[in-house]
């Protein structure tokens, strides 16, 4: 059996008809930027999610920078944000001339260690991006609360969360503002790049919508310097073909997810952190053990696909190195890089797939006797 880690090409040709008949629909018209389909999708997105205003732009890369351009974040200002993140969350931050500062992760949990982020605020603090990892909630409040009692805003990266629940809540909207990836792997995706910016601040809103289009209010009219950073129809398209069937593939992928920690159950390695108070969506669904670089050989010779989110905490990379940033000691980021191992959850698994993925967990564990 062959089991990629994603298939993208599964979902695609379930939803083929749809995506055609929407995509003729815009080559009929040659709209592609600023058209019908990223205003409705911007009002279903915002309405989903319960939160005021849905600005499509870019990426989730732009989605990051243009949230801390509007925050008016800029040189020197300190962003605390989470050493087991993808580079995506850094750049905004150095690209602004900013100054980075990492946090540990939790132990048991994938965000960040409340001791080690209540250590990086100081006076120069002027954000927090909280990271929603692998399709789990932060605990909201206690971030929140750390973050309120020094009137720093909380920006909440959310996008390996479309869909998840913190409290009953979808996971958006708690921080000031919440940008989010929608690229082709994601939960919620597109088919290239693209991404949104989710705020219940109508000042923020304002200032991302200026801030997409070269900070023009009519064309020729600059009220600010700006970005070029649009979701274009093709995608905002493609996004409305997908939104209708996000929570039954969430429902799909915390279906797979349980039934693989129920196979695990009695092995030496860990399953994901789970909370009472928090849905998961299994943006990845990752094991923890010691033994990761023979599992993923072994599983790879069974020809399971998998994946490692991250292998390199961001204070190892070279690029923070070469920029001769402060050097860290954050154990349980650099474990969790050594130790995490994804399998395969996305909505398509069939539930031979599924099975073979548990034996084959179980046969190498069992050939270590
Ligand atoms: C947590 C997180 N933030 C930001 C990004 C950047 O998004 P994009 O690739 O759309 O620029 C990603 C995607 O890789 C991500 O997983």
């Known amino acids: 059996m062959k089991i990629p880690l994603l298939d993208l090409a599964r979902k695609y040709r379930a939803i083929e008809a749809a995506l055609l008949v929407k995509w003729s629909e815009v080559f009929s018209t040659m709209r592609l930027l600023n058209g019908s389909n990223l205003a409705a999708f911007e009002q279903e997105f915002a309405a989903y999610c319960g939160v005021k205003q849905a600005i499509g732009v870019a990426s989730g890369t732009d989605a990051i920078y243009l949230s801390l351009l509007a925050l008016g974040i800029s040189r020197e200002d300190e962003v605390i944000l989470p050493a087991h993140a993808p580079a995506p969350v850094i750049e905004p931050i150095v690209a602004l001339g900013a100054v980075p500062v990492l946090v540990d992760k939790a132990s048991g949990d994938y965000g960040p260690d409340l001791d080690s982020l209540r250590a990086a605020i100081t006076s120069k603090t002027k954000g927090i991006i909280a990271v929603h990892l692998l399709g789990l909630p932060c605990d909201m409040d206690e971030i929140l609360k750390t973050a309120e009692e020094r009137k720093i805003p909380v920006i909440e990266d959310s996008s390996q969360a479309q869909g998840a629940t913190y409290k009953m809540k979808r996971a958006a909207g708690f921080g000031v503002i919440t940008p989010m990836s929608l690229g082709p792997v994601k939960n919620l995706a597109c088919y290239g790049d693209g991404g949104v910016v989710l705020t219940n601040d109508d000042g923020l809103a304002r200032t991302v919508q200026l801030l997409r289009v070269h900070g023009q209010e009519q064309k020729y009219d600059h009220r600010i310097y700006g970005w070029n950073s649009r979701l274009d129809e093709i995608q905002a398209a493609a996004l409305r073909v997908k939104l209708p069937m996000l929570d039954q593939e969430n429902a799909r992928r915390r279906e797979i997810a349980e039934e693989y920690s129920t196979g695990f159950r009695g092995l030496p390695l860990k399953t994901p952190p789970t909370f009472p108070d928090r849905q998961s969506v299994y943006h990845q669904y990752a094991v923890e053990t010691p033994l990761r670089d023979r599992l993923k050989i072994f599983l790879q010779n ?51 797939e599924t099975a073979y993925v548990v034996s084959s967990v179980k046969e190498f564990f069992s050939t270590l006797d």
């Open 302 to 352: 069974k020809g399971i696909g998998t994946g490692i989110y991250y292998p390199v905490p961001l204070h190892q990379h070279a690029a923070w190195k070469a920029k001769g940033q402060a050097e860290y000691s954050l154990p349980e980021a650099e474990r969790f890089s050594r130790e995490n191992l994804a399998l395969p959850v996305f909505a398509e698994l069939r539930d031979e």
